[in-house]
DNA sequence: AAGAAAAAGACATAAAATGTCGACTCATAA
DNA sequence: TTATGAGTCGACATTTTATGTCTTTTTCTT
């Protein structure tokens, strides 16, 4: 499903303005974005939470060069699906 | 965040009504579950894309009791972010 | 504000993911 | 239709995740 598709669906289920949608979901995307941006992680009960985490420094490999690189410690955003969300999709 | 701290900060930059809003991210992260269970990814350009991967049976631990049990093959949901979302959270 | 219940976090270890670059193709989205 | 973000592929060593259960914390509805 494409942004367009969600907008879509989302309307029809709610009876919202498809315009409507679309600029809540993006801002909805934007204020999840900036708050792990700010370090503050997101946590939406029965869908997930989007938390901020820790990557240790690694040594990589440049294939195509064969050279070793080292990746330096850094933040990634990541989504822990909801428990819910994770049986619903398991038994699929 | 929570979900009304999300809510507060989607209407106050949009001037979007609060209600709406709500009712707007609930049928959002509703339609995004349904999709994955579906086995139908979601892909939102500059956020991140929520797909459904496979995981192999696997031998795991029960670890209070020490025990050893299989997991059977089934899917997870999983959340890929984008990449200009993995820069910005990267460097803070 | 209260209460329900989802979620976080701790434990040992096998499985899965991670990262790199670059070229190419695919597909989102305005 | 066009621009460009996103996905894919290779090797491989290291890091991270995911399992169940229990307790505590937190979300979130009313």
Redesign the pocket.
């Given at each position: 499903?494409?942004?367009?598709d969600i907008v879509n669906e989302v309307s029809k289920n709610t009876g919202i303005e498809k315009v409507t949608v679309?600029k809540t979901v993006?801002a909805f995307m934007e204020t999840v974005k900036e708050s792990l941006v700010d370090g503050k992680?997101v946590?939406?009960?029965?869908?997930?939470?989007f938390?901020v985490?820790?990557?240790?420094e690694?040594?990589?490999?440049?294939?195509?060069?064969n050279t070793t690189?080292i990746?330096p410690a850094h933040n990634?955003p990541?989504f822990?699906p909801?428990?819910?969300?994770?049986q619903k999709v398991k038994t699929k």
């Open positions: 499903m494409t942004k367009a679309q993006e992680n946590y939406l009960r029965g869908f997930g939470s938390v985490k820790r990557r240790a690694k040594t990589a490999r440049n294939i195509s060069k690189i990746i990634i990541s822990k909801a428990k819910s969300f994770v």
